[in-house]
């Protein structure tokens, strides 16, 4: 079983248009995140989410949406596709919070979906 | 300002050899939490190893090791005998603090390549 899964694996598309990307986690975690992947490898937290509430939001650009239908989904919507918003995109989960320094709870990562804007 | 330092962009050694990727990292937080992630030629990312701020004994996984340095902010990681399995992109990552976003800071990453 697929603990964190995405869809698509690939997207190509057009600069202009608008695409969603899909994220859903059997873990029954809390807590789900997107991360970007750009052509040097520079991976960086785009959103999370906590029980539907967007937690953190770092510099992205507003035509990026984290949409969160339900606690085990995360999708990633992007409008009007630029050519630098090609990079790889992973989602990932983890519990919320944890009790002790000890139990700290993982982030399990997507294979990633490879976006490429032409 | 960057939370995570990788100064080597890329590596290369001879397979057998030993081979140690650097990580330097800064926080403010006194808990915090330090990862490392392959990521081979496939594209997945591969969890590695954790190591929160108040544990700073070493660790050895196999061919692998870590070495954690509060006093340099550091947690190197070695691979012993490299094989060019070896050969992926690794990266040290942060998260910091006990909230219920453990936001990953990733360093730029290390890309080893083992040549057989």
């Known amino acids: 079983d697929t603990a964190v899964s995405q869809t698509p694996k690939y997207l190509v598309t057009q600069m202009g248009n608008d695409k969603s990307i899909k994220c859903e986690q059997n873990?029954?975690?809390?807590?789900m995140y997107w991360y970007k992947q750009d052509s040097k490898k520079f991976l960086k937290i785009m959103f999370s989410?906590?029980?539907?509430?967007?937690?953190i939001n770092e510099t992205v650009p507003n035509r990026f949406s984290p949409k969160s239908p339900d606690k085990a989904h995360l999708n990633l919507h992007i409008n009007s596709l630029e050519l630098g918003d090609s990079a790889v995109y992973f989602c990932?989960?983890?519990?919320?919070?944890?009790?002790?320094?000890?139990?700290?709870?993982?982030?399990?990562f997507g294979p990633g979906t490879r976006l490429t804007v032409l | 300002a960057q939370k995570v330092t990788q100064a080597q962009t890329e590596i290369s050694v001879v397979e057998k050899e030993d081979v140690t990727l650097d990580c330097v990292y800064e926080?403010?937080?006194?808990?915090?939490?330090l990862f490392w992630y392959k990521q081979p030629p496939s594209g997945e990312l591969v969890f590695l190893i954790r190591?929160?701020?108040?544990?700073?004994q070493n660790e050895i996984s196999g061919r692998y090791s870590w070495n954690f340095q509060k006093s340099t902010s550091s947690f190197n990681f070695t691979i012993t005998a490299s094989q060019v399995v070896d050969s992926a992109v690794y990266f040290c990552?942060?998260?910091?603090?006990?909230?219920?976003?453990?936001?990953?800071?990733f360093g730029t990453g290390t890309r080893l390549t083992v040549i057989p």
């Open positions: 190591r929160n701020s108040f544990d700073e």
């Open positions: 990552a942060l998260s910091e603090g006990q909230t219920g976003a453990n936001n990953l800071f």
């Open positions: 873990l029954g975690h809390d807590t």
């Open positions: 989410y906590n029980n539907k509430e967007l937690i």
């Open positions: 990932a989960s983890s519990q919320a919070s944890f009790p002790s320094v000890d139990s700290y709870n993982e982030q399990f």
């Open positions: 926080t403010r937080d006194t808990t915090y939490y």
